[in-house]
């Protein structure tokens, strides 16, 4: 078991040093260089020289990464080219909007969808189980930004509540004032997850319901809630946490359509405003955070998979 | 795994129960057709035939692509206006309402809405069809390809198509557009690539699956070569599930362009887009004026990926259901 855990863990650091080579050397193929950038058109060809040297420009390209590497881990993710200011200030002001929402989703959308889906399995074939299925079907292919204006559609031109923009400061408020605040883009955000959630924690549940043990214990006639929460639901939690961190990681994307469909201030469209001026130290750093947290959440997905199976926790 | 890499399984039935043998396999053995006019499938044990029936979801969806498929074929001879004109060349206010001569109104830089969609659709659905096809050619030569090669290579291949595999699709798309630019051969190239991975993945998965077998095993011995094998073996064999992937992989690849011309980084104006529309006229919501600018390529979209979905979930059902166990 610790032995299985340490080789993902390996696996992990691995796909880590990987992923920050493939966005570090990605950015280093765009055309024109730090220094030049930040001094302008006008700067002579001696100062320019002097900052490459000061930020090591001047290096071969596998130390710049080294030093890069090291940087970022000791906290330290460089000047942005575009406004001249470090980009952990940039960050500090606007990474709470984004935790704050993707947090939030995760503490209303994911219980709520895993309470659907084990319904819907509790029910298969029932009315409420081929809507919950037709409605999940279609929305998991549905755009984020559609789903977001069906909900405008419906909360802000029907019934006149709120607005189609998140204004205003986190700054004081309470954990209700906050899901008032980001009402719209965590509705949005839970919508996305819960079509992919309801589908995969119903499939586990009947995935584990067709299993011998189960029929079993329908033979011996165990009413069918029973059979559900004692004996089905605890053989499949491995799978549904596995589902959980998957679409946890999924928001990491989702977030950055949402930020920019409801206007509000958050790393997400910090690092679009990046590749639109071309700041790559900025979108190094960005990056790096985001692909770090997807990869975190993807070897949760994959320990937690293997951590709840038995069988696979003790091989023969 | 991310949103994108996941194949779907067809619910309502245990994948295990779907598949399984229909009446016709049930025999064992099999009775060669001695006398002469009798053809193999008339014998009474023979297999029964695949014939293909949508369901009445799968029809719907099959209608509502060939719908949107029509329009981005012959857009350009049905749609009203051209993609940058004026209907009301003397009217200067934004967002005008749905009226004669503008049937979906107008958008933030008054050009005719309904237009401007029908355009979209050429380019939307032209960008994204071609970039599947790249993701297709590239993933299943080299996924079937290192299924065949020695395990080495094919160690070499899957540990790096793993490490893009284990990037947010987006973040690869915002670097590659930081790094170059966005232009439509840009964007087909990069959404090709992202998702060869996925592609990559499944080839291998089914080429090993197939690779492994009897009828391989004896084209080996015969001494076959090795393009023979993958030609006549194993391509018969992963034809159905890769291209019940195909229309899976392609909602994907709409989604994904369509977010990159959301954010701004995908096709550029003046060009119509369903992406790109939707961003330009978010105005019309935040100012509360009117909600069609954003909702009528929002729905476009997502009337075409759902109907997409519709027809796929139909197709892998009837094929057996048994594409989600190959991952």
Known sequence: ?316 | MSRDNTIDVPLGAHPDRLGGLSEGDKTDHFVAPFEHGISFDELPDAPPKARFRFSLTGWIGAIIVAFWLFIAVFGSFIAPYGENDLPFPDDYSEFQTPRAGALLGTDVEDRDILSRIIYGAGRTIGISFAATLLAYVLGVVLGIGAAVSGPKVDMAMSRINDAFLSLPTIMLGLVVVAAIGSSIPVLICTAGLIYATVVFRLARALGQEIMVMDFVEAAKARGEGRWWIITREIWPNAAMPLITDFGLRLIYVILFISSLSFLGLGVQPPQADWGSMVRENLGALQYGESIIPVLAPAMAIATLTVAINLVVDDVSAQAGGRLSKRL
Request: aromatic content about 10%.
């Open chain 1, 1 to 316: 078991m610790t032995g299985l855990i340490l080789r993902r863990l390996g696996i992990g650091l691995v796909t880590v040093l990987a992923v920050s080579l493939i966005i570090f050397f990605g950015t280093k193929i765009l055309p024109g260089d730090a220094a030049q950038i930040r001094l302008g058109q006008e700067a002579t060809p001696e100062n320019v020289a002097a900052l490459r040297e000061k930020l090591g420009l001047d290096k071969p390209y596998w130390a710049q990464y080294l030093i890069w590497l090291k940087n970022f881990m000791t906290g330290n993710l460089g000047i942005s080219l575009a406004s001249d200011v470090p980009i952990t200030n940039l960050i500090a002001d606007r990474y709470k909007n984004t935790v704050i929402v993707s947090c939030l989703t995760a503490l209303i959308g994911v219980p709520i969808s895993l309470m659907l889906g084990i319904m819907a399995a509790m029910f298969p074939g029932s009315l409420y189980d081929r809507v919950l299925t037709f409605v999940s079907v279609s929305l998991v292919a549905a755009p984020e930004f559609f789903t977001a204006t069906l909900l405008v559609l419906l909360f802000v031109f029907a019934l006149d509540i709120g607005n189609a923009v998140v204004v205003g400061s986190t700054d004081g408020k309470g954990f209700f004032e906050l899901i008032a605040h980001f009402a719209l883009p965590i509705a949005t955000l839970s919508f996305v997850i819960a079509s992919q959630l309801i589908r995969m924690s119903r499939a586990a549940v009947l995935n584990v319901m067709s299993s011998p043990y189960i029929e079993m214990a329908i033979l011996k006639g165990v009413p069918r809630r029973r059979i559900i929460f004692r004996h089905a639901l605890l053989n499949a939690i491995g799978p549904i946490v596995n589902v959980v961190a998957l679409n946890l990681a999924y928001l990491v994307t989702g977030v950055i359509v949402v930020e920019v469909y409801f206007a509000y201030p958050g790393l997400a469209t910090l690092i679009v405003q990046g590749v639109q001026s071309r700041d790559f130290v900025l979108i190094q750093g960005l990056g790096m955070i985001f692909c770090l947290t997807y990869v975190v959440l993807m070897l949760i997905a994959d320990i937690a998979a293997f951590a709840s199976n038995p069988r696979l926790r003790h091989p023969k």
